[in-house]
């Protein structure tokens, strides 16, 4: 018996567009010439530590972001944030390696000043280009979508945005009781129609948005568009669940598209925890004095353990215990735990002053170097809790695919405290979830500087 083949190589990943290309070397590029620009303005010379440095920042930029396709405001946001993590990152292998003494401070200064401007001039260049580009009625394809309902209004709208494709409208042949409104105003056709329009009129491009339970109708569809020179594309339904690190993979010659996997896989699961580690000792090592006048403080305000421990959900579900300074007089950890709230009887006084200023959560830097929880992640809550919110919050347990978190994209966006209704703890789920999607070292970097200032002037946890 020989093995059936006939399935292996026909899914590939896409190919890198030319402008995420651009990008790719565009960010350490503008970067590295800028700082050879400056050295050479002010005549120093470029010796083995310059480019030292210059390999280093490239590696640690490479591939650049493409920001062309952002909005200008977040654009320039992502290139601050993401130029000043990297300068943080740098002065602290200067300030470890004793080699900060190696460069001119004023060319160190104008690079930090000049690299980020001449960055976001050069996005604004490029998302002119684009425009250009897409007013070249040359350079725009045309393309249909084969199915009137919502995913194919869907598509549509983002095909528009795209300013690279005209979208010329729909073909159906389903009640138009079933069609989405302004979707089905916009049919060509039945789909029998489809290949003579498409031969006819040249499209470019043709897009698939049935129902998987039309698959018979798909395959007669393909056989027909097939005898064209028009690409095809195939759009899951896929909008009606929470799509986290959704790819591609290949499994021994089998396709295999991820929906929902945790971002902290292969290499991304060492950094996440090398960082972990580096930053939970150097933290515990500053704080260290902090910590033992605390215990002091709860000690001597009330009676009880200075620790809490409470059972809490970690990754994958699993129960782990998690430390906390004790901030109450009670120490609930049962079938029923009820949140704390303003003005809560059972918050001792000295208590009161750590949970808004949250050093009651320091002891968690522990729960880090034990591997049970990360310093940014979903902020884990009370095992009863998940019990009660996983039966009425859509994907809620999605959020236990990473390590629980000391502090969390919701709680630097303004979810700190009591979720004392269902709305808020579904906007808290969805921050979480947003983080898994979009995890970098560089987004945890800025979460963390974003908890600190938080710390220092915000005043609504309790």
């Not at 986290?244 to 290949?250: K, T």
Request: hydrophobic residues 45%.
């Amino acid at each position: 018996m020989f093995e059936d083949r006939s399935y292996k190589r026909t899914f590939y990943s896409a190919p890198q567009s030319v402008e995420s290309l651009v990008a790719a070397f565009l960010e350490p590029g503008l970067i590295v010439l800028c700082f050879l620009a400056v050295s050479a303005y002010f005549d120093e010379p470029v010796m083995r530590p310059a480019l030292t440095l210059c390999l280093l920042v490239f590696a640690l930029t490479f591939p650049g972001r493409n920001r062309f396709n952002d909005h200008p405001a977040s654009a320039l946001v992502d290139v601050l944030s993401s130029w000043l993590v990297l300068l943080a990152i740098l002065l602290l292998c200067g300030y470890a390696t004793n080699s900060l003494h190696y460069f001119e401070n004023r060319v160190l200064l104008w690079w930090a000043l000049l690299t980020p401007l001449v960055q976001v001039l050069a996005v604004a260049l490029g998302r002119q280009v684009q425009l250009w580009r897409a007013r070249d009625p040359a350079a725009r394809r045309t393309a249909v979508i084969v199915g009137a309902g919502a995913l194919g209004h869907k598509l549509a709208r983002a095909l528009r945005e795209s300013q690279g494709v005209i979208c010329m409208g729909y073909f159906d042949d389903r009640h138009p009781d079933r069609l989405h409104p302004e979707a089905g105003s916009q049919t060509l056709g039945r789909l029998d129609q489809l290949a003579r329009h498409v031969r006819e009129h040249g499209v470019r491009e043709v897009y698939i948005t049935l129902p998987l339970g039309s698959q018979p109708r798909i395959v007669a569809l393909l056989e027909q568009v097939q005898d064209t020179t028009a690409s095809l594309f195939f759009v899951p339904d896929v909008f009606g669940i929470s799509i986290i690190q959704g790819r591609l993979q290949d499994v021994s010659g089998v396709p295999v598209v991820g929906i929902c996997e945790t971002p902290f896989t292969g290499t991304n699961k060492l950094v996440k925890r090398l960082s972990d580690i580096l930053l939970s000792s150097m933290i515990l090592v500053l704080i260290s004095p902090l910590l033992l006048l605390i215990a002091l403080g709860v000690k001597l305000s009330s009676p009880g353990p200075v620790l809490f421990k409470q059972r809490r959900n970690g990754l994958d579900g699993e129960e782990i215990v998690v430390y906390k300074f004790r901030s109450m007089r009670t120490l609930e950890d049962g079938q029923v735990v009820k949140q704390a709230t303003k003005g809560d009887p059972r918050i001792t006084p000295f208590g009161a002053l750590l949970r808004r200023t949250s050093l009651d959560e320091l002891p968690q830097f522990i729960n880090v170097l034990q591997g049970r929880m990360s310093i940014v992640g979903p902020r884990p809550h009370a095992v009863a809790h998940n019990e009660e919110y996983r039966k009425l919050i859509k994907a809620y347990m999605v959020r236990h695919k990473v390590k629980p978190g000391i502090t969390g994209w919701a709680q630097v966006n303004g979810l700190r405290g009591e979720t004392e209704t269902v709305d808020k703890m579904k906007a808290r789920v969805e921050y979480d979830l947003e983080y898994l999607r979009n995890w970098s070292l560089a987004l945890d970097l800025q979460i963390i500087l974003r908890t600190i200032r938080l710390v220092m002037f915000d005043r609504h946890a309790y």
